[in-house]
């Protein structure tokens, strides 16, 4: 014992620590960074991801109204020249969204509007153009289908597209 009644801890030396709680400024910071990089990383893929699945939602409109244009000229001789007549919609341009519905004004949610002419030199020819969030989609802007099945693309400067696009 000591000289004031204590007892002397020989071997182990008395060590004060406050029990840590949260994080330090550096383990967020490092967090932070790490997050960052997946974000950066990530985001972009993800982006061209939904924008090709967007993408099959005005492929799959343009070709189901294709066939609708083939039906209309094995039925009635001729091909449709308005919204109208080939599929009971008074309006043009249509619009196309994630709920693959067609309709006759732009929502938040369209992603594509459809447009049809009646008279591009082979007959019709059915052109979607990205709208609302589809926009950032640079490298397929515009897609249409023509009346011989002739699928084209433009980018966003109105240059020829890749066969991508139709994919």
């Known amino acids: 014992m000591s000289r004031d009644g204590e007892r002397f801890n020989i071997g182990r030396p008395h060590i004060c620590l406050r029990q840590q709680r949260g994080f330090t400024l550096i383990e967020l910071v490092i967090t932070v960074a790490v997050v960052a990089l997946v974000a950066v990383i990530a985001l972009p893929g993800y982006q061209r991801y939904v924008n090709r699945t ?36 008074d309006a043009a341009p249509l619009f196309v969204g994630r709920d693959r519905q067609l309709q006759a004004a732009a929502t938040a949610d369209s992603l594509y509007q459809i447009s049809l002419d009646p008279d591009d030199g082979s007959g019709w020819r059915l052109i979607a153009t990205a709208v609302g969030r589809q926009l950032n989609d640079l490298p397929c802007r515009v897609i249409s289908i023509d009346r011989v099945a002739q699928q084209r693309a433009q980018n966003a400067d109105g240059e020829a597209a890749s066969e991508e696009c139709w994919r």
């Open 54 to 89: 967007h993408r099959t939602i005005a492929t799959s409109t343009l070709l189901a109204l294709s066939n609708l244009q083939a039906q209309q000229r094995l039925t009635r001789g001729q091909d449709a020249d308005d919204f109208e007549t080939l599929v009971g919609l």
